[in-house]
């Protein structure tokens, strides 16, 4: 899988890895605006997001309300 980025319709700029990663955990374009929103962006943030989505995916399902409960536990909101 590449790091390189491309635009997509829904998600804007992201890694192949992060799309693809995306799409298996079901994450939708308004989660992946709260994940900038808490992580911020370039590479960084991108791992964090990545770290983050791969944290609080279940059965195929990523949970945003998991990780903001997380994100405020760890003082990131």
Known sequence: MSDQTI???DY???TEQQYQLYRES???PADHDELVDIYGSGDVAR???LAAVREFT????YSCWDMA???LQRGLL
């Open 26 to 28: 079901n994450v939708s």
């Open 47 to 49: 791992d964090q997001i």
């Open 58 to 61: 279940r059965g195929g399902m």
């Open 12 to 14: 804007g700029d992201v």
């Open 7 to 9: 635009y997509t319709d």
């Open 69 to 71: 409960q997380a994100a």
